[in-house]
Nanobody
Framework: VQLQASGGGLVQAGGSLRLSCAAS????????RAWYRQAPGKQRELVAF???????NYADFVKGRFTISRDNDRNTVYLQMNSLKPEDTAVYYC?????????WGQGTLVTVSS
């Protein structure tokens, strides 16, 4: 099982980016897909998740700005990020939870300039 994250880059404050995370290989009984981020010198933190039932949840610091979605046919999870702030600068990681297993992507760097 591999998770390939993409879509990161350099953007000015107020701009938008859309991250994608495509899963390859067989993953059964996925219960949730999530995005985390880790800024330099900080711990990894949960940004948003979406369950198999489509229930979403967001960290307070991205509510109203970020949207998580999924495409089951493509086995892909997305993170639409709007109104980006310099403090959103981080490496963003996707994660898929299936049963007791958690699978991580390799991360994609998002840099927001002021």
């Amino acid at each position: 099982v591999q998770l390939q994250a993409s879509g990161g880059g350099l953007v000015q404050a107020g701009g938008s980016l859309r991250l994608s995370c495509a899963a390859s290989g067989s993953i059964f009984s996925i219960s949730a897909r999530a995005w985390y981020r880790q800024a330099p010198g900080k711990q990894r933190e949960l940004v948003a998740f979406i369950t198999s039932d489509g229930i979403t949840n967001y960290a307070d610091f991205v509510k109203g700005r970020f949207t998580i979605s999924r495409d089951n046919d493509r086995n892909t999870v997305y993170l639409q990020m709007n109104s980006l702030k310099p403090e959103d600068t981080a490496v963003y990681y996707c994660k898929v939870v299936a049963g007791t297993q958690g699978y991580w992507g390799q991360g994609t760097l998002v840099t927001v300039s002021s």
